[in-house]
């Protein structure tokens, strides 16, 4: 049963940073992977932010954080992260880590792609 656990959420001023991590457990971190991070404000369909095909390392981004967001991925720690800089408040959301084993599955950016997530972590950013 693969877990995921997000943490590294919090509260920040716009234009400030933060870092999101997801730690990866009951499986083995493989070249077979589609990982990434979604969001869902509140009364708003869940959105994807980024992911990244842990094989070939390809991303992929929304516009809305091009330039902004930086994923990567520590294959030691099987944990993958989000670095999210000059935040704004349209930014404030749950940020939820997910997975799937299947890379052809649909659009990277649909929810119901991946098959495992994590509980989410708060990220709250003031004007």
């Known amino acids: 049963q693969v877990q995921l656990v997000e943490s590294g959420g919090g509260s920040v001023q716009a234009g400030g940073s933060l870092r999101l991590s997801c730690v990866a457990s009951?499986?083995?971190?493989?070249?077979?992977?589609?990982m990434g991070w979604f969001r869902q404000a509140p009364g708003k369909e869940r959105e994807g932010v980024v992911v990244?095909?842990?094989?070939?390392?390809?991303?992929l981004y929304a516009d809305s954080v091009k330039g902004r967001f930086t994923i990567s991925q520590d294959n030691g720690k099987n944990t993958l992260y989000l670095q999210m800089n000059s935040l704004k408040p349209e930014d404030t959301a749950m940020y939820y880590c997910?997975?799937?084993?299947?890379?052809?599955?649909?659009?990277?950016?649909?929810?119901?792609?991946?098959?495992?997530w994590g509980q989410g972590t708060q990220v709250t950013v003031s004007s």
């Open positions: 990244i095909y842990t094989g070939s390392r390809r991303t």
């Open positions: 997910a997975a799937d084993q299947n890379v052809y599955g649909g659009r990277w950016y649909e929810p119901k792609r991946f098959g495992y």
């Open positions: 009951g499986y083995t971190y493989s070249s077979y992977y589609i």
